[in-house]
């Protein structure tokens, strides 16, 4: 055995074993968004003074390991808090890739007393849900739902309730069979089969929870198109007017959904990581440092820290003001090899390339499900943004970039959590799920040739 | 400028239309359909191929040239067979079982032809032991194998043994490439040849030709 000493803590290690596992095995937040392939180079620590990755450094004698501190991942849910508890409430939870977002809810009021957020800790072992299902295929589904159901016991903890009361939960496919301690693998090849995609229920000692009765979750449609969109179609209603709205969620994989009355279609696009800030050199989540914002050459930091990266928001910006000051070509060439944003911070061409790949698959999958209803722009009666990434985008960016189309401009609507805010609309005004579910059609993006054309055309800017 | 110049040069900008009328008229001049092939068609695929590997272009750049390139081959194609010109050397490709990307497949095919290599395209979902077949039936030297998710890339694994279970790895190289494949894994596997470009891994496929 070799001993790790990180941040002064004493772990074992088996001689010849890598350091990312130990580091996971012992429950240390270090992340690895690419799954721990040595591709992403975001899981840099310093081993005996050096710097290494902990993915690929394999622990052959005793070593001294130092990370700088994680800050948190900045997180708004746009849920309104009243901080009034009442006789029957129960918890809404979403669990997203990246966060976890749990709201105490009064039944009594149909309103919110207070949401609680974390990290999704199965971010050691990846940034998107492939790198989560090819971990599950290796290692079985405990190692994912152990230390999910910890976090969630936490989060339920926090709140203090004294009693045991209901959950529901929405979130991606791929989340919620590792909440429930289903095998996904096959969700990972194709023709990407869920286990199960219908309201699962389980007892809250079958999976872990403390401080709830029993876990319910809402339904999906698809593999790819799970129980959060369903959730955000049910925020966001289906328009009555006869036009229609987009739902878009922008994630590693964009979920998108084209909703009118009484109909939804909807896909998935691989869009990569780079709205979560892997992938990026420059690359960051959304905490303290991140460039969030960029404009006439002025960099905003989330809580104006010193900036040390880039997050999705910024990227989009950055990306913008390039092309603008003409230093990044329509076809995404570059001048110089790297272009500073602020003393630290920068793009390089890879960058540019990874953008130009995630802008060209969102705007593509937009036009795709827009042929498949045989609609124009003019049908379309808001766009709304859901994710994360969603209430700081700047809508003229994303258009200036080509990630949504400019017809978009003045019609979008940002919606924060629309999967824990529809949950919520679920559990409080007790909605029938049936009409989103029952009416809906999924579009599989691999199998057409229209969105493969799309695709390499909309890829210029 | 010579007519060869003139084609790279056209290939290059993706001018399909141009390239077709300047092969044509290359040919009606009567220039042998194998120079107008090497020394302009090919010329300007591989120019692009270059600037690919350096990040100068991207994927719509090599896909209009790759097209523009083609109109071309296909003016030559019915000479060059009866010119009995020999192709430098034949592969196939596929994406692997599971995965049904194929960009990334269809870059490494045009380049490979822009080498002048003929390629069997498998196209996606690919099962190892189709691979092996075609390359044993078609008399491949080489067999690529791509793949997008960490999911589907043991396929890889599996089509070395495959190919070792019907005793052909001594003559039918292996090939790998994707966004999650590494030089690494490729060893681990005992593949022959990872490459992280298309346009490297064309070179390395007439490499393994010859």
């Known amino acids: 055995m070799h001993k790790v000493i990180f941040n002064g803590e004493t772990l074992f290690a088996e001689p010849g074993c890598l350091l990312s596992d130990v580091l996971i095995d012992a429950g240390k937040s270090v992340e690895h968004p690419c799954g721990g392939m040595g591709l992403c180079r975001k899981c840099r620590v310093i081993v005996d003074g050096k710097e290494a990755l902990s993915c690929r450094y394999h622990v052959n004698s005793d070593i001294v390991v130092t990370v700088g501190e994680r800050a948190d991942i900045v997180s708004e849910t746009g849920a309104d808090e009243t901080g009034k508890l009442s006789e029957n409430n129960c918890f809404v939870l979403d669990i997203g890739t990246t966060m976890l977002a749990l709201a105490l809810v009064s039944l009594d009021t149909k309103s919110v007393v207070s949401v609680k957020t974390a990290v999704n800790p199965q971010r050691v072992f990846g940034a998107d849900v492939i790198s989560r299902i090819d971990y599950c295929r290796r290692n079985g589904v405990k190692p994912l739902q152990t230390p999910l159901v910890a976090e969630i016991n936490k989060l339920i903890s926090e709140f203090c309730i004294g009693k045991n009361i209901p959950l529901f939960v929405a979130g991606n496919t791929t989340m919620l069979h590792l909440l429930f301690g289903v095998d996904c693998s096959s969700i990972g090849v194709s023709p990407y089969t869920p286990v199960f995609i219908d309201t699962k229920t389980a007892s809250a000692d079958e999976l872990g929870l403390i401080g709830v009765t029993e876990a319910a979750s809402l339904p999906g449609i698809s593999s790819f198109v799970g129980a959060d969109i369903v959730a955000g179609i049910n925020y966001v209603e289906m328009p009555k007017n006869g036009k229609y709205s987009f739902l878009i969620d922008l994630g590693t994989n964009a979920e998108i959904a084209l909703i009118s009355d009484g109909q939804v279609i909807c896909t998935s696009a691989a869009a990569g990581p780079c709205f979560e800030g892997a992938g990026i050199e420059c690359g960051m989540s959304a905490s303290d440092g991140a460039v969030y914002s960029f404009s006439d050459g002025k960099a905003k930091t989330i809580n104006d820290a010193p900036a040390k990266g880039l997050c999705g928001t910024g990227l989009v910006d950055a990306v913008a003001y390039l092309l603008e000051k003409e230093l990044v070509d329509d076809s995404g060439y570059m001048e110089s090899e790297r272009y500073f944003i602020t003393d630290s911070v920068f793009i390089s061409q890879s960058d540019i390339r990874q953008y130009q790949l995630a802008k060209s698959a969102v705007y593509s999958a937009v036009m795709t499900l827009m042929q498949v209803a045989d609609i124009s722009f003019d049908d379309i009666d808001k766009v709304f943004i859901s994710g994360g990434f969603s209430a700081k985008i700047n809508v003229s960016s994303a258009v200036k970039t080509g990630l949504l189309p400019c017809a978009f401009a003045d019609n979008c609507v940002p919606v924060n959590n629309s999967s824990l805010l529809g949950a919520i609309k679920f559990v409080t005004q007790g909605n029938d799920l049936s009409g989103i579910i029952n009416n809906s059609e999924y579009v599989d993006l691999s199998l057409n040739k229209a969105f493969s054309d799309l695709f390499i055309e909309n890829m210029m800017f | ?210």
């Open chain 2, 1 to 210: 400028m010579s007519i060869f110049l003139e084609i790279a040069e056209n290939v290059r900008m993706g001018k399909m239309k141009a390239v077709k009328e300047l092969v044509q008229s290359a040919v009606d001049s009567g220039l042998p359909a194998k120079d107008i092939l090497n020394l302009g068609l090919l010329v300007g695929m591989n120019e692009i191929g270059e600037r690919f590997k350096n990040n100068e272009v991207y994927v719509p750049e090599v896909l209009v040239a790759a097209r523009a390139m083609n109109a071309g081959v296909t003016i030559l194609k019915p000479l060059l067979v009866e010119g009995n010109v020999q192709a430098v050397g034949k592969v196939c490709i596929g994406t692997v079982r599971g995965d049904m990307h194929d960009i990334g497949k269809n870059l490494v095919k045009m380049m490979m032809e822009g080498k002048g290599l003929e390629v069997v395209d498998l196209g996606t979902d690919v099962a190892p032991d189709t691979f092996v077949n075609t390359a044993i039936e078609q008399d491949c030297k080489v067999i690529c194998c791509s793949a997008l998710l960490t999911t589907t890339m043991d396929e890889m694994a599996e089509v070395v043994k495959r190919a070792e279970k019907a005793g052909v790895r001594d003559r039918i190289k292996i090939m790998i490439g994707g966004a999650p494949i590494t030089e690494e894994f490729c060893k681990k596997i005992g593949a022959d040849v990872y490459s992280a470009d298309a346009a490297s891994a064309a070179d390395a496929a007439v490499e393994l030709c010859k």
